[in-house]
């Protein structure tokens, strides 16, 4: 079964530095879909960005950035120049593009941003 | 942002009662999903549908059952409420893959505390 496992429960970075988030699937899957979702305390689930895995490029979106390495299984997000409405959970999804249409999704980072 | 709404968005009630919470969709997309939220344990797939009538289980669905009788509307339904049914509950909807329509997209929530 697919797992994705997010081990930093917690992060703090300072305004305008840059940021880095873990996260690590498992897959047997070749195709798939990889999503980075942003909570903040309103507690609605914003996309922050998604990445394709027969894409070997990157996907960007203005301050974030993805690190997409399928043969480790890792996607992590960077979010740089830091600012204080980034400051929220951040959850790492998975999608299969085929078969079930089932999500899965890591336990969630808490990222700190200081003033 | 996609057109999703979830009713009530608060509610509070007693151990045994049955509860229903609503999920309502513009955007006629597919999917439809119902997660619950909890500390610890990130967003965790109660059920799916993947069309009008068709609805699959989640990780979660013991005390829960679903039901769609319209391509815009999905129902969750606690038959008989317990304690451990007190949580945050989100509905998400996607669509067929291509144009983004992998992407899944999330109502504002309904947070439920059962007495």
Redesign the interface.
Known sequence: AQTVTQSQPEMSVQEAETVTLSCTYDTSESDY?L?W?KQPPS???I?VI?QEAYKQQNATENRFSVNFQKAAKSFSLKISDSQLGDAAMY?C?Y?A?SGT???I????TRLKVLA | DAGITQSPRHKVTETGTPVTLRCHQTENHRYMYWYRQDPGHGLRLIHYSYGVKDTDKGEVSDGYSVSRSKTEDFLLTLESATSSQTSVYFCAISDVAGERGETQYFGPGTRLLVL
Request: charged share 20%; hydrophobic share 30%; net charge positive.
């Open positions: 879909y999503f979702y507690r609605q689930m996309l998604r959850f999804a999608r593009t249409y089932k999500y999704f890591g336990t969630g």
